[in-house]
């Protein structure tokens, strides 16, 4: 698949919420997932641990995904969220983007970015 096609079907799967199912038919087992905050996870295991956390910690009211932005091997998708932590109760709403890396038609590494403030 090419990265246009993967980026696509990223965009497609995560506005429905498809966590699971993006995961699985779309990354690398030796995926690198890098957030700003956390260790980097490796290999699709620690992504699906990733994912088990944030399916358990969020109450999601709106994922907005826009793009893909496709350029050779790499896509960039900029994620709008508007949720709720399931433990403290607090609402919020996230902005970031992913940065995605394909190799032989799956992801291998993704890298997110959060918006830090306004410019």
Same mark, same amino acid.
């Not at 038919?25 to 944030?54: C, F, H, M, Q």
């Not at 609402?91 to 918006?115: A, C, D, H, W």
């Given at each position: 698949?090419?990265?246009?096609?993967?980026?696509?079907?990223?965009?497609?799967?995560? +506005?429905?919420?498809?966590?699971?199912?993006?995961?699985?038919?779309?990354?690398?087992?030796? @995926?690198?997932?890098?957030?700003?905050?956390?260790?980097?996870?490796?290999?699709?295991?620690?992504? +699906?641990?990733?994912?088990?956390?944030?399916?358990?910690?969020?109450?999601?009211?709106?994922?907005?995904?826009?793009?893909?932005?496709?350029?050779?091997? +790499?896509?960039?998708?900029?994620?709008?969220?508007?949720?709720?932590?399931?433990?403290?109760?607090?609402?919020?709403?996230?902005?970031?983007?992913?940065?995605?890396?394909?190799?032989?038609?799956? @992801? @291998? +590494?993704?890298?997110?970015?959060?918006?830090?403030?306004?410019?």
């Amino acid at each position: 698949m090419s990265t246009e096609k993967v980026a696509k079907k990223v965009v497609e799967l995560v +506005r429905k919420q498809a966590w699971y199912e993006a995961l699985d038919t779309l990354y690398d087992n030796d @995926i690198v997932s890098v957030e700003a905050t956390a260790p980097e996870a490796r290999g699709k295991e620690a992504v +699906r641990g990733k994912v088990d956390w944030w399916v358990d910690a969020m109450e999601v009211h709106s994922f907005k995904a826009n793009g893909p932005f496709v350029a050779h091997d +790499r896509f960039v998708v900029q994620y709008d969220a508007d949720v709720t932590d399931k433990n403290s109760k607090k609402r919020m709403q996230l902005s970031e983007v992913g940065v995605y890396t394909v190799k032989n038609g799956k @992801i @291998i +590494r993704e890298e997110f970015l959060p918006f830090t403030g306004k410019g």
